[in-house]
């Protein structure tokens, strides 16, 4: 977190978190975000959550070899995230812990391309959720729960070009990859995914799916509108 990196318990509010390197909000304590801002924070290449980052903390058990993972606790309350762009998934929220979002804006976020990887001939993915990213990042699930909230102009990344291009990044508003995301009362509206990278030896890559949302796990949609979404070519 270039702005704020919590491990224990914050209380942000009627306050700006802007302009940032390595995210705006990094946690993996107990975070609550009120009435506040966090706009035009970025992550580097393939970091996760340019606007906030929410994680959690892995224990070892040396004499027992088990080990606990305990996840961050976020809360998003009458406050703005918009204009942040991450390297890899979650521009506006990268959550793997247990985050709300309520009476809030997400608004204008993005992600970055695919990368190429040497001596690999295909096109990386763009970056998953311009918006909110659930999930992703650990082997651990996230819970997200949005209420009376607008996810709106969000993108994801184009899928990187070599041999044969990457697909662009699921999920323009949301990308739900492990876990559970509960949206209710809640507009999700004019997100766009990436499209797919050029390959000009064995064809070009598939344009992100989901302009809207993108799941692979569990979401529950109550009483919302999702609408004038688009995925990318």
């Known amino acids: 977190g270039g702005g704020v990196s919590n491990a224990g318990s914050v209380t942000v509010t009627n306050s700006t978190v802007s302009g940032n390197s390595g995210g705006g909000?990094?946690?993996?304590?107990?975070?609550?975000?009120?009435?506040?801002?966090?706009?035009?924070?970025?992550?580097?290449?393939?970091?996760?959550?340019?606007?906030?980052?929410?994680?959690?903390?892995?224990?070892?058990?040396?004499?027992?070899?088990?080990?606990?993972?305990?996840?961050?606790?976020?809360?998003?309350?009458?406050?703005?995230?918009?204009?942040?762009?991450?390297?890899?998934?979650?521009?506006?929220?990268?959550?793997?812990?247990?985050?709300?979002?309520?009476?809030?804006?997400?608004?204008?976020?993005v992600t970055g391309p695919g990368v190429?990887?040497?001596?690999?001939?295909?096109?990386?993915?763009?970056?998953?959720?311009?918006?909110?990213?659930?999930?992703?990042?650990?082997?651990?699930?996230?819970?997200?729960?949005?209420?009376?909230?607008?996810?709106?102009?969000?993108?994801?990344?184009?899928?990187?070009?070599?041999?044969?291009g990457g697909p662009g990044g699921d999920g323009g508003g949301i990308y739900n990859a492990y876990g559970v995301v509960i949206v209710t009362a809640s507009t999700i509206r004019g997100n766009t995914t990436g499209s797919g990278g050029s390959g000009p030896d064995w064809g070009g890559g598939a344009g992100g799916r989901g302009g809207g949302i993108a799941n692979t796990d569990t979401v529950t949609i109550i009483d919302s509108t999702i609408s004038d979404n688009v995925t990318g070519n």
Do not use: K, W
């Open 25 to 109: 909000v990094y946690n993996t304590g107990t975070l609550h975000l009120v009435d506040s801002v966090v706009s035009h924070n970025a992550t580097v290449s393939g970091g996760f959550g340019g606007g906030v980052f929410n994680g959690g903390t892995l224990e070892l058990c040396s004499d027992c070899g088990t080990s606990t993972y305990t996840p961050g606790t976020l809360m998003v309350l009458g406050s703005t995230i918009s204009d942040n762009h991450s390297g890899g998934g979650g521009g506006g929220i990268a959550n793997c812990g247990t985050a709300t979002v309520i009476d809030s804006v997400v608004d204008g976020n």
């Open 116 to 164: 190429n990887l040497a001596l690999n001939p295909y096109g990386g993915q763009g970056g998953s959720g311009g918006g909110i990213a659930n999930g992703v990042g650990t082997d651990t699930p996230g819970t997200l729960t949005i209420s009376r909230s607008t996810i709106s102009n969000n993108t994801t990344g184009d899928g990187g070009a070599d041999s044969a």
